[in-house]
């Protein structure tokens, strides 16, 4: 079965790099994409982005110039940073698989930006 | 990019009743539709794609339909298990979400 799990640090302070992990588990991740969706409170979603079965990415125009999405297939992981976050970033951070839609996500992580 | 006007904000229905869920997209999608289920305190769960396929393992009830810029999801019988917040999201361009709809038990 496929799954995925998120890990890094809850607490980021504003100016500094949000960095989180998601390990997957029962499928190669140099099949299909996988991404990066953040949920605010107050419910909002946004797709941050990509990174395809060949390690090409695609991003979120918004996020354009503070985004990067990385792998490791060796360790079947995929990363995201963040750079210079706000408190407006603050969210719950999920990693997913697409193939058509989003068919398998994490459990999620809570990223709080604060001083 | 592409809006996505999702309505009703929230929703208070009856057990055995059934639901109507819509979205309104900016532009032609062209059926690049996606519906998901979020539990409070668990991650999103897919229920129908491209507009209007089952994903594995939803239950029959659950259908969508649609097309151009107007989609909707259903649920008949409408169970207490169902109790939960919906979200549309295309993926015809860089992907976008609905504000989602809360539904809860009357």
């Known amino acids: 079965e496929v799954q995925l799990q998120e890990s890094g640090p809850g607490l980021v302070k504003p100016s500094q790099s949000l960095s989180l992990t998601c390990s997957v588990t029962?499928?190669?991740?140099?099949?299909?994409?996988w991404g990066w969706i953040r949920k605010f409170p107050g419910n909002k979603m946004e797709w941050m982005g990509y990174?395809?079965?060949?390690?090409?990415?695609s991003y979120n125009p918004s996020l354009k110039s503070r985004i990067s999405i990385t792998r490791d297939t060796s360790k079947n992981q995929f990363f995201l940073q963040l750079n210079s976050v706000t408190t407006e970033d603050t969210a719950t951070y999920y990693c997913?698989?697409?193939?058509?839609?989003?068919?398998?996500w994490g459990q999620g992580v809570m990223v709080t930006v604060s001083s | 990019d592409i809006r996505m006007t999702q309505s009703p904000a929230s929703l208070s229905a009856s057990l055995g009743e059934t639901v109507n869920i819509e979205c309104l997209a900016s532009?032609?999608?062209?059926?690049?539709l996606a519906w998901y289920q979020q539990k409070p305190g668990k991650s999103p769960q897919l229920l129908i794609y491209?507009?209007?396929s089952l994903q594995n393992g939803v239950p029959s009830r659950f259908s969508g339909s649609g097309s151009g810029t107007q989609y909707s999801l259903k649920i008949n019988s409408l169970q207490s298990e169902d109790v939960a917040t919906y979200f549309c999201?295309?993926?015809?361009?860089?992907?976008?979400f609905g504000a989602g709809t809360k539904l809860e038990l009357k």
């Open positions: 491209n507009a209007n």
């Open positions: 029962g499928y190669s991740i140099t099949s299909n994409y």
């Open positions: 999201q295309q993926y015809n361009n860089y992907p976008t």
């Open positions: 532009e032609d999608i062209y059926s690049d």
């Open positions: 997913a698989r697409r193939r058509v839609a989003l068919d398998y």
């Open positions: 990174i395809s079965y060949s390690g090409s990415t």
